[in-house]
Nanobody
Framework: QVQLVESGGGLVEAGGSLRLSCTTSGSNFNNGAVHWYRQAAGKQREFVARILPSGAPSYADSMKGRFTIFGDSAKSTVYLQMNNLKSEDTAVYYC?????WGQGIQVTVSS
């Protein structure tokens, strides 16, 4: 059984940074992509970023230049570095791997 656990969320001022972590147990990330999604209040879940086993990243357009996804295979962890945060980034962030979802973690950006 694979479990994903997110950490690193919290409250940050606009323009600040956070680094989210997604750590797996029971498996690793070598057999599929890892995705980050988010869901803001009143909105549908949206794609944020993806990293392939090769390390190749992809981002939603609104995150390009601000967010970076990268992994540490030794720690079975994929990170989402979030810089220059905006109020619009306030949401619950989820990681996904092989159709398994983490519990979600709140990111709140204040003005």
């Amino acid at each position: 059984q694979v479990q994903l656990v997110e950490s690193g969320g919290g409250l940050v001022e606009a323009g600040g940074s956070l680094r989210l972590s997604c750590t797996t147990s029971g498996s690793n990330f070598n057999n599929g992509a890892v995705h980050w999604y988010r869901q803001a209040a009143g909105k549908q879940r949206e794609f944020v970023a993806r990293i392939l086993p090769s390390g190749a990243p992809s981002y939603a357009d609104s995150m390009k230049g601000r967010f970076t996804i990268f992994g540490d295979s030794a720690k079975s962890t994929v990170y989402l570095q979030m810089n220059n945060l905006k109020s619009e980034d306030t949401a619950v962030y989820y990681c996904n791997h092989r159709n398994i979802w983490g519990q979600g973690i709140q990111v709140t950006v204040s003005s």
